[in-house]
Each structure stands twice: as structure tokens, then as C-alpha cells.
């Protein structure tokens, strides 16, 4: 038997969990409660992968033996548990729901992939530093520890459920839930994977920006080296001084080959060392 409550107020569940378990429900995250009449009790924010932006809903079921109440407002979830068998066990009902909302997962996350790696792409291919990217970045990243801990909590019912510690789970439903355990690891093993290769990212962008600031620094410091020796001559035939170089006729044009042979000493210098 089957019960769905369009509302998201958890005091319709109140007879089924208590006064206690219902008051912890303001204050929890997720529950996973095995209630004395040897039924479950669960609560947990659902999140639609298919829109990172749209804000999680709450969720709330009493499954037994006998039957699974369902209350919340989310359409996806009453649109699921409408279109099972009323004969089907309550269990079996509860795990086929979960199913339904992992389905596509896998495939979100994968576009969630290819968008990093694009972007991965475009930040190293260009020349330029890309205006707001780091702030993408830290967007992204965001949104990926959103999704973990959705998964996480997801992940803790679903064990919860799987370990069965009253047997009151049909064998067939619990090994379900075995599976929905393992698919739902490997989706936040997945999630955390992209936030390890977002990190990476934004490294290899930082290190490009690191290795372009230096490139533009080492261009400075040649120059400045080149110009050194240069004003060394300039300060040394501009001294207050009588030089004989003064009433040399070929002072100027000395001073001219002096520099320009300084110059090209620098560079084949530079060259050879590969500083440019």
C-alpha cells in the first residue's frame, strides 16, 4: 500500500515516528530511523542533477512491511511512485524510487566532465589570462561539494537499509539496496574525482599565469642588463673631469662602437646561456 502526502510539512508522519524523531527532523540533514513498530523512518534533501542551481527539496517516507507513505512536494518523486504496481512490496517500491533518481546521474556527471575539460582547454590554449575564470572555477567547485554531499547523505540511508538489522527487508529488496549502495559510492567517487581535476585545473592555469609573469620578468631583467654596462660608460665619460678622450677626434664615434660592441657582447652572452 502506497500513501502520498503533497506537502512538505513532516507532522502528517507524526502518528507513524513520534514526537521525538519528528522535532529532530528541523535540526537533521538526513535520518535513517528504525522506528519500534519494526519500520523505517527516512529523511533526506533530494537534488535534481539535471539543474545544479535549483534548490534541494526535503523528502520524507515511512516504509513498513505494510505499506510506504511518501511526503513531499517534489513532482519528479510523486510522478515515480505513481507509475509503480500498488502490489509491489514497499521495500522494493523504496529502492525502485532510488533507482529512478540516480538513473541519469552518471551521464550529468559526465557532461560536468567534458565542461572541465573544455574549459581546461580554452584556459591553457589561450594567450591571454581569461577574464573571470578563477571565479568559474571557484564556481564549479562549489557546486561539486554540493553534489557530495548529496550523495553522502544518500549514502548513509542506503547503506542503512542495506545492512537490514532486523530482517524485515525482503531478501530481494536488501539486495537492491546492495546495489543502489555501490552505484551511489561510485557516483560520489566520480564527483570527487572532478573536484580533483578542477583543482588540477585551476593549478595548471595558475602555474601558465606563473610561467607567463615570469617570462615577462626574465625580458625586464635582460634589458636592465644589457642597459647596465651602457650607463657604467655614460656615467664615466660624464664626469667633471679632464679626459683625454675629450680632444680626441675620434672620442664620439669611440664611445658610439663602444656601446653597440657592449651590446652585442650582452646578447651573444644571453644567447648562449639561453636567457632569451
Same mark, same amino acid.
Given at each position: 500500500?502506497?500513501?502520498?502526502?503533497? @506537502?512538505?510539512?513532516?507532522?502528517?508522519?507524526?502518528?507513524?515516528? #513520534?514526537? %521525538?524523531? =519528528? /522535532?529532530?527532523?528541523?535540526?537533521?540533514?538526513?535520518?535513517?530511523?528504525?522506528?519500534?513498530?519494526?519500520?523505517?523512518?527516512?529523511?533526506?534533501?533530494?537534488?535534481?542533477?539535471?539543474?545544479?542551481?535549483?534548490?534541494?527539496?526535503?523528502?520524507?517516507?515511512?516504509?513498513?512491511?505494510?505499506?510506504?507513505?511518501?511526503? #513531499? /512536494?517534489?513532482?519528479?518523486?510523486? @510522478?515515480?511512485?505513481?507509475?509503480?504496481?500498488? *502490489?509491489?512490496?514497499?521495500?522494493?517500491?523504496?529502492?525502485?524510487?532510488?533507482?529512478?533518481?540516480?538513473?541519469?546521474?552518471?551521464?550529468?556527471?559526465?557532461?560536468?566532465?567534458?565542461?572541465?575539460?573544455? !574549459?581546461?582547454?580554452?584556459?591553457?590554449?589561450?594567450?591571454?589570462?581569461?577574464?573571470?575564470?578563477? +571565479?568559474?572555477?571557484?564556481?564549479?567547485?562549489?557546486?561539486?561539494?554540493? &553534489?557530495?554531499?548529496?550523495? /553522502?547523505?544518500? =549514502?548513509? &540511508? &542506503?547503506?542503512?537499509?542495506? %545492512?537490514? *538489522?532486523?530482517?524485515?527487508?525482503?531478501? *530481494? +529488496? @536488501?539486495?537492491?539496496?546492495?546495489?543502489? +549502495?555501490?552505484?551511489?559510492?561510485?557516483?560520489?567517487?566520480?564527483? !570527487?574525482? !572532478?573536484?580533483?581535476? !578542477?583543482?588540477?585545473?585551476?593549478?595548471?592555469? =595558475? +602555474?601558465?599565469?606563473?610561467?607567463?609573469?615570469?617570462?615577462?620578468?626574465?625580458?625586464?631583467?635582460?634589458?636592465?642588463?644589457?642597459?647596465?654596462?651602457?650607463?657604467?660608460?655614460?656615467?664615466?665619460?660624464?664626469?667633471?673631469?679632464?679626459?683625454?678622450?675629450? @680632444?680626441?677626434?675620434?672620442?664620439?664615434?669611440?664611445?658610439?662602437?663602444?656601446?653597440?660592441?657592449?651590446? #652585442?657582447?650582452?646578447?651573444?652572452?644571453?644567447?648562449?646561456?639561453?636567457?632569451?
Amino acid at each position: 500500500m502506497m500513501t502520498i502526502f503533497k @506537502s512538505g510539512d513532516p507532522e502528517a508522519l507524526k502518528p507513524y515516528i #513520534g514526537e %521525538e524523531l =519528528q /522535532e529532530r527532523v528541523h535540526s537533521a540533514r538526513h535520518i535513517c530511523a528504525l522506528l519500534p513498530d519494526n519500520a523505517y523512518y527516512l529523511t533526506f534533501f533530494w537534488r535534481d542533477m539535471k539543474n545544479f542551481k535549483k534548490n534541494e527539496e526535503r523528502q520524507h517516507f515511512y516504509c513498513s512491511q505494510e505499506r510506504l507513505i511518501y511526503l #513531499g /512536494e517534489s513532482t519528479r518523486c510523486i @510522478s515515480i511512485l505513481k507509475k509503480m504496481p500498488q *502490489e509491489w512490496d514497499p521495500f522494493y517500491q523504496l529502492s525502485e524510487l532510488f533507482f529512478k533518481l540516480t538513473a541519469d546521474d552518471l551521464d550529468t556527471l559526465q557532461r560536468f566532465e567534458n565542461s572541465i575539460s573544455e !574549459l581546461e582547454t580554452g584556459l591553457l590554449e589561450t594567450q591571454k589570462p581569461i577574464e573571470g575564470a578563477v +571565479s568559474r572555477i571557484v564556481e564549479m567547485r562549489r557546486e561539486l561539494l554540493k &553534489i557530495k554531499r548529496y550523495y /553522502e547523505q544518500l =549514502q548513509t &540511508i &542506503i547503506d542503512r537499509l542495506a %545492512e537490514n *538489522e532486523n530482517g524485515i527487508i525482503p531478501k *530481494e +529488496s @536488501s539486495h537492491r539496496f546492495d546495489v543502489l +549502495s555501490k552505484r551511489v559510492a561510485a557516483l560520489k567517487k566520480f564527483v !570527487l574525482d !572532478l573536484r580533483e581535476f !578542477l583543482t588540477q585545473t585551476r593549478e595548471a592555469y =595558475q +602555474s601558465k599565469i606563473d610561467i607567463e609573469q615570469n617570462q615577462i620578468m626574465k625580458v625586464f631583467t635582460v634589458l636592465t642588463a644589457v642597459f647596465l654596462p651602457l650607463t657604467l660608460i655614460v656615467g664615466w665619460f660624464g664626469m667633471n673631469v679632464k679626459m683625454p678622450e675629450y @680632444s680626441w677626434t675620434y672620442g664620439y664615434p669611440y664611445v658610439i662602437v663602444l656601446s653597440i660592441v657592449v651590446c #652585442g657582447i650582452c646578447g651573444w652572452i644571453f644567447k648562449k646561456k639561453k636567457w632569451f
